[in-house]
Nanobody, 124 residues
Framework: QVQLVESGGGLVQAGGSLRLSCAAS????????MTWFRRVPGKEREFVGA????????SYADSVKGRFTISRDNAKNTVYLQMNSLKPEDTAVYTC?????????????????WGQGTQVTVSS
């Protein structure tokens, strides 16, 4: 069992930056691909990005590519989402998740564990 707890959300002006963290329990953190999703009420949940267990592979949604960066510190059981050049359309609840495999991790249902989410609000 892996528990995930996100932090770092908040209110920021357009053009600003935020760094989200997702702390995981358990001793097997490095074996999991970690993913970030976001959801706006009334809209489909959107894949944001993923990072492989070793950190050697990453992937991003086109909507955030070049602005967001995922990284991880396996010694601290933590994955990060650095968000730069934020736009009002980035406003959402951001949730981290853990998947057993990198392939398919962009699909919510293919992940095995999920956090509760943290709110990010970008004002114009």
């Amino acid at each position: 069992q892996v528990q995930l707890v996100e932090s770092g959300g908040g209110l920021v002006q357009a053009g600003g930056s935020l760094r989200l963290s997702c702390a995981a329990s358990g001793r097997t953190f490095s074996t999991y691909t970690m993913t970030w999703f976001r959801r706006v009420p009334g809209k489909e949940r959107e894949f944001v990005g993923a990072i492989s267990g070793s950190g050697g592979s990453t992937s991003y949604a086109d909507s955030v590519k070049g602005r967001f960066t995922i990284s991880r510190d396996n010694a601290k059981n933590t994955v990060y989402l650095q968000m730069n050049s934020l736009k009002p359309e980035d406003t959402a609840v951001y949730t981290c998740a853990a998947a057993s495999a990198y392939s398919g991790s962009a699909q919510w249902a293919r992940n095995k564990y999920w956090g509760q989410g943290t709110q990010v609000t970008v004002s114009s």
